[in-house]
């Protein structure tokens, strides 16, 4: 006698058009490509600190700053409505480069300054 199970396994995403499996040990409906952009459009700011603090770890600088320290610097600066792609973008800049990320070491400026300022890029440069 065939029994059906009620579940099978791997699912698949809950994303419609998404063929990507879903492991049952996740407990989410939706793929782990879906749960990263899903995570990402809703907490932007973890998202982008997450991104600064990579980028900062694979150059070799110092990263004092924790998610309040950036999250409040965000919202202060600008930085938070003002950060993307274009020239007129803000970016994170190190004010003296020879020291890493801290509080008193960040500042807001657009890409375009930066460039003027700096030979190379900033590290939240996003291409
Ligand atoms: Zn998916």
């Keep these: 006698m065939k029994s059906r199970k009620a579940k099978s396994y791997p699912r698949k995403c809950a994303v419609k058009f998404c063929r990507r499996k879903v492991h049952k040990s996740e407990k989410s409906p939706i793929c782990s490509r879906h749960r990263a952009r899903r995570w990402k459009e809703r907490y932007p700011l973890r998202y982008s600190f997450n991104k600064l603090r990579n980028r900062a770890r694979e150059r070799g600088h110092e990263f004092l700053l924790t998610f309040k320290h950036y999250e409040k610097f965000a919202l202060e600066s600008g930085y938070a409505e003002g950060k993307g792609k274009t020239a007129e973008s803000f970016s994170i800049n190190r004010i003296d480069e020879n020291r890493g990320y801290s509080v008193d070491n960040i500042e807001c400026i657009t890409l375009s300054e ?11 440069y996003p291409f």
Excluded at 114 to 124: F, I, T, V
């Design 114 to 124: 930066n460039s003027s300022h700096h030979a190379k890029l900033p590290d939240d």
